[in-house]
């Protein structure tokens, strides 16, 4: 779940001047790649021995030093993200320190640990907003794919504790073949726990911390995405503003018929805020633009967080997209950006037939379905 998806209008404004004036206002920390779930689709998780052969966890004071270097470089918005962070030993520590230093933090977790004492604790030192993660619509599905016994209740149970206390809660949930039937059923809790809620319905590649060759089975084909995709637009819009914001989506991609086929020399340049005004960075300290990409990675707590940041951008500004993309019709319901189109396709540059697949699918969707 992107974090700063649903930001505010004055929240906008923030990261829209950043972004112009390349200031790295939103960043998060993954704290550790270690979860009590391990779901089948995962690119972070690790076991603790895959953790240790591949290096070690960052302590709180490592953490902190380099927060008050991102400060000092503009820094505002941080998440706090894993694996699931509240496994991490010293989270409670770390966050209060860095609320103290003024930052505005954002909590992702899938709300299977949260108890009394972590909803006392979040509610005393309210976050921005925790984004707290359903994986399915009941106890099996969560045994299925997360290999966790009584999940689901645990989870309902953490959102009930924390909006108890008015917790901002955000749902997230990832549609995959193995909770394909629950997603409706996940709108209809999140409208009856008083939590926004968004599906994801595009699953990049398993392919950054680990490669998972029943990746590829787990995610959905790509009329069935576009179809949860397109639930996730009704559940948001509902009668003018879905009108306003299909009629958006349409009229993009008439303008970009309208212009032509005339493919230009060289593919659009990165246009998300990652590397412009975002950045990551992983539990081995390397600083990368996204969650999503495990190239470039700088590593920063040797660096020094500015310099780690100018040579991330840096390394960013040779990475185009395929110049096809550029002028796609389809563009405006794709999900083509550096991080999908490498891990589609091998290359920065590559063309996903899987994307356009689901582009075209949604656009279809949208197109024959005329009001909300």
């Given amino acids: 779940m992107n974090e700063m998806s649903d930001a505010s209008g004055v929240e906008l404004k ?34 603790r021995r ?23 470089a503009g820094t505002l918005f941080l998440l706090l993200t894993g694996g699931e962070p509240l496994l991490y030993p010293d989270f409670k520590e770390l966050y209060l320190s860095l609320q103290n230093m003024g930052f505005i933090l954002t909590v992702n977790t ?27 619509s009941d106890n099996e599905t969560y045994h299925t794919l997360c290999r966790l016994e009584n999940g689901f209740d645990r989870a309902v149970n953490g959102i009930n504790l924390l909006r108890e206390r008015n917790v901002e809660v955000k749902i ?21 726990l008083g939590a926004a809620v968004h599906i994801d319905s595009y699953m990049y590649p398993a392919k950054r911390e680990r ?21 996730g637009v009704l559940h948001a ?64 707590f040797e660096t020094g967080f500015m310099p780690g940041w100018e040579k991330l951008r840096d390394e960013l500004s040779s990475i185009h997209l395929n110049p096809k993309c550029s002028v796609c019709e389809y563009r405006p319901f794709c999900h083509i950006c ?22 075209k699918a949604s656009y279809e969707l949208i197109l ?5």
């Fill in 172 to 192: 997230g949930c990832s549609a995959v073949n193995a909770n394909l039937d629950d997603i409706d059923r996940i709108f209809w809790l999140a409208d009856s």
């Fill in 110 to 136: 899938n709300g299977t640990l949260m108890d009394e004492e972590w909803a006392e604790f979040f509610s005393l030192h309210k976050p921005r907003r925790i984004n707290l993660t359903l994986y399915g």
């Fill in 50 to 72: 895959e953790m240790e052969e591949k290096g070690r966890m960052r302590t709180a004071s490592e953490w902190l030093a380099l927060a008050k270097q991102a400060k000092e």
């Fill in 368 to 372: 024959n379905h005329g009001e909300n």
């Fill in 14 to 47: 923030l990261l829209r001047r950043a972004a112009n004036s390349n200031i790295p206002i939103n960043g998060s920390f993954e704290l550790l790649p270690l979860c009590n779930m391990d779901c089948e689709m995962c690119y972070v998780r690790l076991s």
């Fill in 237 to 300: 819009y509902r009668g003018d503003s879905y009108t306003m914001y299909r009629n958006a989506l349409l009229w993009d991609v008439e303008k970009l018929r309208s212009e032509g086929n005339n493919i230009p020399d060289e593919g659009s340049p990165m246009e998300c805020m990652a590397g412009n005004c975002s950045f990551t960075i992983n539990w081995q300290g390397y600083m990368r633009p996204c969650v999503m990409l495990s190239s470039p990675g700088i590593p920063v």
């Fill in 211 to 231: 490669e998972l060759s029943r990746a590829s089975d787990v995610r959905l084909a790509p009329k069935a995405a576009a179809l949860v995709w397109f639930k």
């Fill in 338 to 359: 550096a991080a999908s189109a490498l891990y589609e396709s091998g290359g920065f540059d590559g063309v996903s037939e899987y994307l356009c697949e689901l582009a």
